[in-house]
């Protein structure tokens, strides 16, 4: 018999059923309560909601898990790589090795950006954050590369997706190099994805760069780790923004908007800017550790606690891991590297900390890996945008693919003024 759980409203009482989901997680289906009922539900921030079902990412922040189609993100850092990973989140399934083979081709074959719109690059002002000219660009790749009518659904799908995994990294670098009033450094056609953003990055006429293979794996390793996390802000507005059906630009620049919000992408940038704060104090830890503990001061450590994770992240345990390799084969060290370490080490151990199980989170060490990977800090951001976009785009095309599909259009309940006559301007108090 199927499961369902019964509301009594003024004596009457509604039957509605249950759902349950491949890892047990039961939800009452109230879609049809407002026509059975005229009720309506309230819950400001969909925390306690269910927006879809969907068989993408599994997250279970109690016991610390993160799964892509199944497959635990930890063995996907270890094996894998940013781009098979992509294959993985946007097909279901891992690829052959002439899948992966072919998708590689045309991530490589769709790298290059429009000459065009090296123009719209160029007369941005300087001080423009990344993730503004990544969103508009993003949006703008529509007006550069319209539908083909010719074409079927699913070929325009999949040419649009193999253009936005690939260009956007090529424009990240771009509007990098444009900002620094530096040459632009095309793709190269025998370098992996990341080796080729590092290198689009870097190299310089005078000063080329070299390619370090630690560098790249953990590159790959902070992309997996970001590649999706389910429901989030950003996903949520991608979905949102795409059951309006408007084209998967728009919707993926909707994404990008929603990740710059410091509450949602932003905080690796925080965890430096943190950093940075304790540097110029002398660089001791105990004073910031105090005012964390202190019920009286907002102050909050940044880069620990997470919403959904109350064990360890697990996302922070292999980022930690990546960060390690890197940061011990540096020859120069660096002094926030050195205070994050002691922020860590002092953390872990106060007893406020352990009894709020706050541990680092992933953005704690991924902004040290960044900074340690040369990123300049405002574009912190946007390696996270990079990362998520495969989430956002499978998360789109389950999302068109649904069968229970329908337009997002939430409901509110009204606490305004009720009826009143409209009073001409010269009878106002
Ligand atoms: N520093 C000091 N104390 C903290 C911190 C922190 N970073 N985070 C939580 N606490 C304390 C709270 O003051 C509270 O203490 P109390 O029980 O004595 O009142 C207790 O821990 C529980 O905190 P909540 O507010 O219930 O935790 P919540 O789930 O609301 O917050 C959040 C999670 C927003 C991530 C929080 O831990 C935080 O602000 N962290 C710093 C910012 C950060 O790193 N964000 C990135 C998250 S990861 C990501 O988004 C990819």
Request: neutral net charge; aromatic residues 10%; charged residues 25%.
């Amino acid at each position: 018999m199927k499961e369902t759980a019964t509301i009594t409203v003024n004596g009457k009482t509604f039957e509605l059923p249950i759902i349950t989901g491949s890892e047990g997680e039961r939800a009452i289906d109230i879609s049809g309560l407002r026509q059975k009922s005229g009720l309506i539900t309230f819950d400001p921030g969909f925390a306690n909601t269910a927006n879809c079902q969907s068989d993408i990412t599994f997250v279970d922040g109690e016991r610390g898990i993160l799964r892509y189609r199944g497959i635990p993100v930890e063995q996907l850092a270890e094996h894998s790589t940013f781009v098979e990973t992509a294959y993985l989140l946007i097909n279901g399934e891992l690829p052959t090795k002439e899948q992966l083979n072919g998708f590689s081709v045309l991530l490589n074959d769709h790298s290059l950006v429009h000459e065009d719109m090296r123009a719209f690059f160029e007369n941005f002002p300087r001080s423009a954050h990344p993730m503004g000219i990544l969103s508009s660009m993003v949006n703008a790749l529509r007006a550069f590369y319209p539908e083909i009518p010719e074409r079927t659904e699913e070929e325009e799908i999949n040419i649009t997706v193999t253009r936005l995994l690939s260009k956007v990294r090529t424009m990240a670098a771009m509007s990098y190099k444009i900002f620094r009033g530096h040459k632009v450094v095309y793709p190269r056609h025998d370098l992996t994805y990341p080796a080729n953003f590092l290198n689009m990055m870097f190299d310089s006429p005078v000063r080329p760069y070299h390619i370090d293979e630690d560098l790249v794996k953990a590159l790959n390793i902070f992309w997996i780790v970001h590649a999706d996390h389910e429901q989030n802000c950003s996903t949520a507005a991608v979905r949102l923004v795409g059951s309006a059906r408007v084209n998967l630009y728009a919707a993926i620049s909707a994404g990008i908007c929603a990740l710059w919000g410091p509450l949602h992408g932003g905080a690796n940038q925080a965890v430096v800017e943190m950093l940075e704060s304790i540097q110029k104090n002398g660089g001791d830890v105990a004073p910031f550790i105090a005012r964390a503990r202190d019920k009286n001061d907002p102050f909050r450590l940044m880069g620990f606690g997470h919403r959904v994770y109350r064990t360890y992240d697990p996302r922070a345990r292999i980022m930690k891991k990546a960060c390690d390799r890197v940061l011990n084969k540096m020859t120069q060290r660096d002094p926030l590297l050195d205070i994050a370490r002691r922020l860590e080490e002092v953390a872990l151990s106060e007893s406020y900390f352990i009894e709020r199980h706050l541990y680092p989170n992933v953005d704690f060490y991924s902004g040290i890996l960044l900074r340690a990977l040369g990123i300049p800090l405002n574009m912190f951001t946007v390696m996270f945008a990079i990362g998520r976009l495969p989430g956002w785009i499978s998360q789109w095309k389950e999302s068109i693919d649904d069968p229970m599909w329908k337009m997002c259009r939430p409901r509110q309940i009204y606490i305004g003024p009720n009826e009143r006559e409209y009073v001409p301007i010269g009878e106002r108090g």
